[in-house]
Every structure is written in C-alpha cells, then in structure tokens.
C-alpha cells in the first residue's frame, strides 16, 4: 500500500477526469424581445473579465456559444447592455439558457446544470442584500445608525451564505463564487483579517486542491488562504509558552482534546503502542473513502499494537459527532477549525496529513516521508 495521503488524494482525481474528455462546452439558448441587440459572452478569469465572444441576436434570439472546458470549473456572464446574468461551466457538455429582456438578469432558465440553479439564487440573495442595504441607508436618520444596520445585514447574509452555499459542498462552484461576491464595490467575506470568513476560504481552498490540485484558481485561492490565516495566527505562535508542559521526554508534543463522548483523550496515553496520529476533516466529499482505508488498516493491524489518534477540523461539531459515532479508533475534535493550534504546533499546512509515533512515544516520521505504509506499520509493530 502507498502513501495513505495519495489514496485519498487519487480517489479525488478520478472524479475529476471526465473534465477534461472533450475540449469544449456548448452555451446556447435563446433570448427573447431582443432583435437586433448585441449578446456578449465574458470570462471571468482570476485576475480580470474579458469578452469572448458576441451574437447579434435575431427575432428568434437564438444563440451559440463554444467555450473551451476549464481545467477546474470557470465562470462566464451573458450581458446585453446592464442586463447579467451568471453561469457556471466545467464538466457539463450543454447549457441551455431561456431569458426575455428587460428582465433578462433576474428571470432566466438554465438546463443542464445545477450548479447554476444555486449559482442564480445565490446572485438572487446578493441583490437582495444590495436593495436592503440601499433601503436603511435611505431611512437611517444618522450615519452611525445607518452603518449599525448595514452591518447587521451583511453578518446576517454572510452567516447565511457560509451554512447554505459554502459548507455543505465546498468544493461545488457556487461556494468558491460566493467568497468573491461584492457590495458596493468592496468584498462582503474578508479573507484577510476576519476568521469566520478565511475559515471559509480554506475550507473551499482545501476541496479544491483535492480535485484541482494545479488548476490557477486553486493556488490562488490556497495563497489568500494561507495569507489570512497568518495575518490572523499571532496568538497561537509555537513558542516555549504554547510548548509549555506538552512536551514530553520523548520530545512529542502531547494532545488533549475531548472526544465523541467528551472524554478527554491525550496522545501520550498511548504510550507502548505504534500509533497513527492523522489530521482529517470529515466534511470532505471524499473522507468516506479514506476512513474505508483507515479501517482496512485498523482492522489488520489493531490487535499487533496499532492505535489511530485521529485530530478532526471540523468545523460543524454536530456533523463529525454523526460521522464518526461508529468509528474503532480515538477520534478527537479541535474546536478552532482551520485555525486549529494543535495542527499548527505539528505544522500542518495540508489535510489530510498523519505522523507516525513508535511505541515509545517517539514521532519517527510523517507522511511526507512514507513511501509504502503497511511496509512502514510492519516495521514499527515488530512480530
């Protein structure tokens, strides 16, 4: 068996192959009472929007587009003067698009897609935003009171968004759209200084670099990532303070952390056997598939000695409480998330990532360093 980790990650990539089968995706449609105008087709690329393409559409409206299939998932809008609207494209082969001027940014279909279902109502509850901030501002009677409200609302829109478009599937597109919308010109999630929202960046960062590991938006998502997170780290520095009665005399760094039950665990109690110590999020799409290797390796290898000392990031408890009520092996939960300080004092910077500690308590490697785990295991255990 190779290294765990590219188990996990190859079973990602597999998902990922059919995006790249066929060169191109077709977005066609029509759009009606709108002879004679003009339909542009723009990209919106990482750094700038460029025009790809334009139609001038007849009385039938009909349109064609071909675009090239992106290497991770990409983002165009069809525009007629200041009427938008948004579409997401990766895998999908044809989007059919059914709109009418003048309503043509609000009131519009779009087939084979849906991903863009959520990619309309998510623009829809932006605009929503934008008229009710436009509203208080106009009838707050000072200027405090009116940015009182106005932050009210963008807290309450983005808490929002975070729990219906951005964790339940943070890999999907319209959880990486929703971290770049804007209000009034200025993003709504900072992903520099405000920790709610640079969780959510590394939360659609790290599903990304799973399936799109080299894709450009993925490295630069990971960048503001990491970026903000180091902007927001100063008080979780590994110094001798943070080490402070953690180390032991193997030079480990002991763990506590409650458990399922919340019970807490420490690392150091297992003592005596080769543990397995793994940094995990169970929220990924593909943490079923690596738990079935995890058990494969538990089952064979738990009665010569083997422990797991699983470190989970989760960041909604109720959700990991459900994934691993039936789990054979310690599993422990940092309340910090992305910002984890027993993942930062074993400087984790990538999930999943696991150590591997003798039975004397020694870390003698991490997974960087493993070439074939189960040849690895056989070692440590002994016979």
Not at 17 to 38: D, F, N, R, W
Not at 147 to 155: G, K, N, R, Y
Request: charged content about 25%; hydrophobic content about 40%.
């Amino acid at each position: 068996m190779k290294r765990l980790k590219n188990l996990f990650i190859l079973t990602a990539l597999l998902g990922a192959v059919s995006c790249t089968q066929s060169p191109l995706a077709t977005i066609e449609g029509h759009i009606t009472e709108a002879a004679g105008k003009t339909l542009y087709l723009d990209n919106i690329g990482v750094e700038r929007t460029i025009v790809v393409d334009s139609a001038r559409l007849d009385e039938d409206g009909a349109f064609r587009f071909r675009v090239a299939k992106p290497e991770c998932f990409d983002f165009y809008r069809l525009r007629i003067g200041r009427e938008i609207l948004y579409l997401s494209v990766d895998s999908t082969e044809t989007q059919r698009v059914t709109a009418e001027l003048p309503s043509m940014s609000t009131a519009y279909e779009v087939e084979g897609s849906e991903d863009n279902l959520m990619l309309k109502a998510l623009v829809g509850k932006q605009r929503e935003l934008q008229a009710d901030v436009q509203q208080v501002m106009a009838q707050a009677s000072t200027a405090k009171a009116a940015q009182e409200s106005v932050d009210a609302l963008v807290m309450n829109y983005k808490k929002e968004v975070r729990m219906e478009y951005i964790y339940p599937d943070p890999g999907k597109p319209y959880a990486y759209f929703a971290l770049f919308q804007r209000l009034g010109g200025q993003f709504i999630f900072d992903p520099t200084m405000t920790r709610d929202d640079i969780r959510c960046f590394a939360a659609v960062a790290t599903n990304l670099d799973l399936f799109y590991p080299e894709a450009e938006r993925t490295k630069n998502l990971k960048s503001i990532a990491l970026k903000g997170m180091r902007n927001t780290r100063p008080a979780q520095p590994v110094d001798y303070s943070e080490l402070e009665g953690k180390i032991t005399e193997t030079a480990i760094i002991d763990i506590e952390l409650p458990d399922i039950d919340g019970a807490t665990r420490r690392l150091t109690d297992l003592k005596g056997k080769v543990v397995m110590l793994d940094f995990n999020v169970y929220a990924h799409p593909q943490s079923p598939a690596r738990v079935l290797v995890l058990r494969d390796l538990y089952d064979k290898y738990a009665t010569r000695g083997l422990e797991i000392y699983q470190v989970s990031l989760d960041e909604d408890e109720h959700f990991w409480k459900t994934a691993v009520e039936n789990i054979p092996w310690v599993c422990v939960r940092s309340n910090d998330g992305a910002f984890s300080k027993e993942a930062n004092l074993y400087g984790v910077s990538e999930l999943p990532t696991y150590f591997l500690i003798n039975r004397a308590g020694e870390l003698v490697m991490r997974d960087t360093m493993v070439e074939d785990l189960e040849q690895e295991l056989e070692r440590l255990l002994g016979k």
